[in-house]
Each structure stands twice: as C-alpha cells, then as structure tokens.
C-alpha cells in the first residue's frame, strides 16, 4: 500500500524568504502524479503544484517549485518570496497513474506554514 | 459554475441520530470523490462515484455510512446512528476522468460534523 509522510508538523517562514515543505512516500509502482494542496483556515484545499512521475524536470508554478527525487521517493516544495497569503496547512499527496484505477489522493499528514510579517 | 459547493457548512447532532451531508460537483465532472478529515490530519479517501455508479469504498466506510450519486448528479452521504467518533469534516471533491484531461481534484469547502 502506498503511503505519504510529512514529518514537519510545522514550519515558520519571514516574509519574503524562502521555506522548504518535507514530503516522503512509499509506492512499488513507477507511474504516479504527486500533488501539494493548500488549505487555508476555514477555506476549501486548492492544488498548488503537480508533479508526473515519469516527467525528470521538476515542476515550477511561480513561486513554487517542487524537487523530485524519484529514486528516494522525495517530493518537497520550496515557496519563495513567501507571503503572508501563504499560511496554511500544506498536503503531499500521491496518487496512481494507472487509467482503470479510482485516482484517490492518499495524503500526508500535513505541514502548517506560518508566515512572520 | 461555482465550484464543488457543500452543505451544510456545519452540523451539530446528538449521538444516535443520523445526518445526511449533500454535494454538488461541478457540473460536467463525472467523478466524484467522499474523503474524512479529522483535526490535524489530512484526508482519508471513503468512496467514490463514476457517473450514478460507486466504484470503490474504503474500509473505512462501516456499514453505518452510505453514499448515493443518483443520476450521476450530486452526491449525499448518510450517516446513521452516529458516533462521537464520526465527529470530523467530510470533503467533497470532482474531477475528470483520465482520458478527459483530468488529473487534479476540485474540492468543495466541506461540511463540519459535531456529534454531541
């Protein structure tokens, strides 16, 4: 079974700075998508960035990007030039590529991302 | 089209009684997915619907849950004789299917369960 690990329950950013969100999983299969999602308080969860598991280069939405290291099952995202619009509760998560399969998400357990002005 | 919508935003019930949580998806997804959160967590996967037909459920979902996509439309799912442990906030989601260029969730904002 395939499972998504957090092990940052928290982390802290200055404004304008730039903050790496952890995220590991386990999967014997080869094709996949990974997600971020960002759920602010309150607010419904909103894809941030996706990543194809067949694709090398890595993922870039404006300020965020993503490392993808297939061979040690990493997937982190790094936001630059954060701001305060960017605290939230931030979720990996996995899901297969295969088209007869349901494409749950299996998340994490998340990484809340305070924002100091 | 306004997104996925959810209602109720929040719901209050004593142990015992059942619920019944409804979804709207966005109209010309054909998928559409039941997750559980609770505090400090991230979502469990319940169920999920192609069209009017349930595909899959999780073991998660006890007999006490059951969902419905009649017409392929919205979705409701009902709760019976709840527990305090049902206390948590039910997603909704819709998508694509695959070969419709689908691959990333459009979630609703929930619904809030409380069982008193």
């Known amino acids: 079974a395939q499972t998504v690990t957090q092990s940052q329950p928290e982390m802290s950013v200055q404004e304008a700075e730039t903050v790496t969100l952890s995220c590991t999983y386990d999967?014997?299969?080869?094709?996949?998508?990974l997600f971020w999602y960002k759920q602010p308080p309150s607010r419904q969860m909103i894809l941030v960035i996706r990543?194809?598991?067949?694709?090398?280069q890595n993922a870039t939405e404006n300020r965020f990007s993503v490392n993808f290291q297939k061979a040690a099952k990493s997937f982190s995202l790094k936001i630059s030039d954060s701001q305060l619009g960017d605290a939230a509760m931030y979720f990996c998560?996995?899901?297969?590529?295969?088209?007869?399969?349901?494409?749950?998400?299996?998340f994490g357990s998340g990484t809340r991302l305070l924002v100091r002005p | 089209d306004t997104g996925v919508s959810q209602n109720p935003r929040h719901k209050i019930t004593k142990r015992g009684q059942n619920v019944t949580f409804r979804c709207d998806p966005i109209?010309?997804?054909?998928?559409l997915y039941w997750y559980r959160q609770t505090l400090g967590q991230g979502p469990e996967f319940l169920t999920y619907f192609q069209n009017e037909a349930q595909l899959e459920k999780s073991r998660l979902l006890s007999d006490r849950f059951s969902a419905e996509r009649p017409k392929g439309s919205f979705s409701t799912l009902e709760i019976q004789r709840t527990e305090q442990g049902d206390s948590a906030m039910y997603l909704c989601a819709s998508s694509l299917a695959l070969g419709q260029g689908g691959y990333g969730y459009t979630f609703g904002s929930g619904t809030r369960l409380t069982v008193v």
């Open positions: 990543q194809e598991a067949y694709k090398q």
């Open positions: 998560a996995y899901r297969r590529a295969h088209t007869d399969s349901s494409y749950k998400l299996i």
């Open positions: 109209s010309e997804h054909n998928r």
């Open positions: 999967t014997s299969e080869s094709d996949y998508y």
